[in-house]
């Protein structure tokens, strides 16, 4: 999805994908992070603040609402305003449209100098890494910056993950060299196939395109097996909806031949 | 390398590989995995327990006047019998000849089905996750089935180790279905890239090469640098030695891009 200043066309652009994807199938969709406006933690503004709002919420109220006539789960990324703090959470709607709960992000990049000055906005995420028992599916959700982090896959496998959704929002430096932006991209959809692998369970990763001041958002949303195979990819610089079938039953025929959450020595890694 | 059942012969050739790498201008060598002979794991058999010996002990007794002639480090993968068990035990040889250490591999495949019957003959590391200071730098040892565990690069790394070397006898099933011959080799290398990514940290893996019985050793050892770039990549079917010029200066100049470390949230990680 490519956003724009117009959080109202956002939030309609974002309703016709998902009325769209339902129609073909999709009982779990995935909405890129912060979908609901321009990519704001490239400079620091305190205007944006105003972006954030409460969950439950004006825009949980929307999104559940199209759940539950769509019979779907949706996972929406809000900017996340609590009594006392700023999070940037995921939320997870329900097929009944309920609020099955919520994830905050727990890695803050604070990166002003290339374009994800995130620690102005949001606090860390308090909620740990809780998982979600859909009717298609148990699921875990991380946001952005938690794909460079193999514990947070980890933790997520461990608790009963079979998908792992990562919402995103990353892309080129406009004017960052040629060379260095592709080793990101590259490394980018590596380390999320090695959830994948590491873990064997599906991951999906799903980013935003267009340029947005400092940054060209690489798209390419993608979906893993267990095996780190990519199902489907999306375009660099076009808005697609991917629908990718998961066959969750590949989890436990990977995990016969590769049994690698079982053989954790838990006993050696310690508290680190 | 490629071995055979003639146990000299196979140290003839590493000692040859290991000098003429060493005449390039090589500083760390380090030999696949088990490099003294065939791969005996692809059955139960007690008469390969006589391949077992001590450390320190004959082999790194040869190894350490390489290491010491030639003013190199060398890491070995030997099969160590110690008062009253078995390993799978990688041992670094210091430019003075003298042993530095040694790994003790700590996750063991337990996987006749795939000829992958470790537990046999091998008990499971008890040594942790040591780092090796190297007049070259510090260094870490993984061997083999390791390289699937994220924990264990994470913990090298967070002690210090600027290099992951993980000496590996991995090949496809020569019955084995092509489509996951091919997903497995692609998931070895992109699992190993991933450490060098999540933790950035120079990665280098080094396989055998050869058909033996079930297994057709997949060579293509490589080495990756902290962004997960492949600096140099050995023949999947022949015998080729790589001599790879890694900067470490380029570990920090990553980690101030990517500081993955510095923004772990090991309160949340727990005991897992």
Request: hydrophobic letters at 40%; a neutral charge; aromatic letters at 12%.
């Amino acid at each position: 999805m490519k956003m724009s200043a117009d959080l109202e066309a956002n939030f309609a652009k974002a309703k016709d994908s998902v009325f769209q994807v339902a129609k073909k199938g999709a009982q779990v969709v995935c909405l890129s992070e912060l979908f609901g406006s321009l990519y704001f933690c490239q400079k620091e503004d305190k205007k944006y603040f105003e972006l954030a709002e409460s969950i439950p919420g004006p825009s949980t109220k929307v999104l559940s609402q199209w759940a539950k006539e769509l019979k779907i789960v949706i996972i929406a990324s809000l900017y996340e305003k609590s009594e006392k703090k700023f999070y940037n959470t995921a939320v997870v709607l329900n097929t009944d449209g309920g609020l099955l709960g919520k994830y905050r992000k727990t890695h803050i990049p604070d990166d002003l100098e290339h374009y994800y000055g995130e620690k102005f906005y949001f606090s860390p995420g308090d909620l740990g890494t809780p998982v979600f028992k859909t009717p298609f599916g148990t699921i875990g959700v991380m946001v952005c910056w938690d794909q460079w982090y193999p514990e947070g896959a980890r933790m997520l496998a461990q608790a009963g993950a079979q998908v792992i959704f990562y919402p995103t929002a990353i892309g080129f430096q406009v004017k960052g060299p040629e060379a260095i932006n592709k080793a990101e991209q590259e490394a980018w959809q590596i380390i999320q196939r090695s959830h994948a692998i590491a873990n064997n369970v599906f991951v999906a990763a799903v980013n935003r395109v267009g340029v947005e001041d400092h940054l060209n958002f690489w798209g390419t949303s993608f979906v893993a097996d267990p095996l780190g195979r990519i199902l489907k990819q999306a375009s660099i610089d076009k808005e697609e909806n991917l629908v990718v079938d998961c066959d969750l039953n590949l989890i436990e025929e990977v995990r016969k031949d590769w049994p690698f959450l079982s053989c954790r020595r838990s006993d050696l890694y310690g508290k680190s």
